[in-house]
């Protein structure tokens, strides 16, 4: 098993590229389901989890071409309407796939996820949703078992934001017969990006970044050509890692717009960056102040941050509070952080971060793909050699991370 290795203690300096964003792309790969035309991605990255998702696919008889940051994908019979419990298990956002089935094929056979690591993480919003537009769902053995002629359009009120449970609505709605009005909808900038690439092979559909969406159902999607937008999760993890070290970096190709929270949060420790354009510069000459934050839907402050924010509190001046909103157990990066000698307590969901002078490395286990995000930024920091074991994790959701902070003279390698 893969492992990194980081000799903290040097400052960040340089430019890195983006990739494209891994919760626009899968979604969007899901759509290609919903027409029988080929679908022409850009900007895809490679990621383990962009792979999962194809393989899922192609098990279904999508096929799908890569060719650089490419892939063309061909749905143009769908052989197999299901998702087995194998491949669910090792991607939840396999569940994306529920709504463009049962659009495209009347039917569709999905693994239920089960809970992980971070949460219990249900899908009842997802079946309800697709119930109230006349979805027929049974349970059975595990799986989730749907069947429609034709699904109708409905409106729908989430009891909860859920990103994916917006997607997956606003999907399986593109074909559906008459409106469905989804109120209470996630208003993430990946929702807009999979709205605009749906709109862009004919469906209709407004208010996407809003929290009320509205889908006219056609009667057939085409194909299109559609670029995921920048990731914003890999711009924050980064904006952070420079921050933490003291460095000067320039991301580029990336929405900035899509980053209010994080510049705020950033801003408020003493941090400030400059946009223009798709680019961001962040630079850090002073002392980091503690700020305090709660994770919240878009716009508020991402959980997929709060790992690593974290990480930078445990070296400001003060004591930050953070508070995590969205899932149950999102803090297993904790323990980890304390080897490193950060001082944290956690109380509930709320984490008291008691900014050290520094940290000193250690060996330390990855746990999901965002506390893996928060480790590699703490190794960044620590005096000496941190050891991070299981990055399977990282290696889900960043594209060559090891490669890009190298190259802006991190000293970190990967270990086979
Ligand atoms: N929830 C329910 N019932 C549902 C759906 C959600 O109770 O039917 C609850 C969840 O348990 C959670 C909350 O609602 O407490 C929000 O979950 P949401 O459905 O929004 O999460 P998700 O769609 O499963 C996506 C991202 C996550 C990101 C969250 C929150 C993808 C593929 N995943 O998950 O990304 O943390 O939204 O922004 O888009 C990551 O990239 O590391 C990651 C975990």
């Known amino acids: 098993m893969d492992k990194l290795s980081i000799t903290g203690g040097f400052p960040l300096h340089g430019e890195v590229r983006v990739s494209g ?120 053995h595990g799986y989730i078992e749907a069947k429609a002629k034709r699904l109708s359009g409905a409106h729908f009120v989430f009891d909860m934001v859920t990103v994916t449970g917006t997607e997956n609505l606003m999907m399986a709605a593109t074909l559906a017969s008459g409106r469905t009005v989804l109120d209470n909808a996630a208003r993430e900038p990946e929702v807009v990006d999979l709205a605009d690439c749906l709109n862009a092979m004919g469906a209709v559909i407004s208010g996407a970044g809003t929290d009320r969406i509205v889908i006219e159902g056609v009667s057939r999607l085409s194909g299109a050509t559609h670029a995921i937008m920048p990731d914003r999760i890999e711009t924050g993890t980064f904006l952070v890692a420079a921050a933490a070290t003291g460095g000067d970096v320039a991301l580029t190709g990336t929405r900035p717009d899509t980053l209010d929270a994080v510049l705020d949060k950033l801003a408020e420790a003493g941090v400030a960056a400059t946009i223009d354009g798709s680019t961001i510069r962040i630079k850090r000459n002073g002392r980091l102040k503690s700020v305090s934050m709660r994770t919240a839907p878009y716009p508020g402050f991402p959980t997929d941050m709060q790992a690593q924010l974290m990480a930078l509190m445990t070296v400001a001046d003060d004591a930050a509070m953070i508070t995590e909103t969205i899932f149950e157990n999102r803090m297993m990066h904790v323990q980890e952080l304390k080897r490193l000698g950060a001082a944290i307590e956690v109380e509930g969901n709320t984490a008291i971060v008691r900014g050290a002078q520094k940290l000193t490395a250690a060996n330390v286990m990855a746990t999901d793909l965002r506390a893996s995000a928060g480790l590699v930024i703490a190794g960044l920091i620590a005096e000496g050699e941190t050891v991070i074991d299981r990055i399977y994790h990282l290696d889900r959701g960043y594209e060559r991370i090891e490669d890009k902070l190298s190259a802006l003279g991190a000293r970190i390698c990967r270990v086979s």
């Open 21 to 140: 964003a891994k919760n626009a792309a899968l979604p969007i790969l899901c759509a290609a389901i919903l027409t029988p035309e080929p679908l022409v991605l850009k900007n895809v990255p490679k990621l383990n989890d962009v792979h999962t998702m194809r393989s899922l696919l192609a098990q279904m008889g999508v096929r799908s071409e890569a060719e650089d940051d490419a892939l063309t994908l061909s749905a143009a019979d769908i052989d197999w309407p299901l998702a087995p419990y194998e491949m669910v298990k090792t991607m939840r956002a396999s569940i994306l796939a529920l709504g463009p089935l049962l659009a495209r094929c009347g039917e569709a056979r999905v693994s239920l996820p089960g809970g992980c690591a971070i949460g219990l993480r249900p899908v009842d919003q997802h079946i309800k949703g697709l119930q109230a537009m006349g979805a027929e769902i049974d349970l059975d």
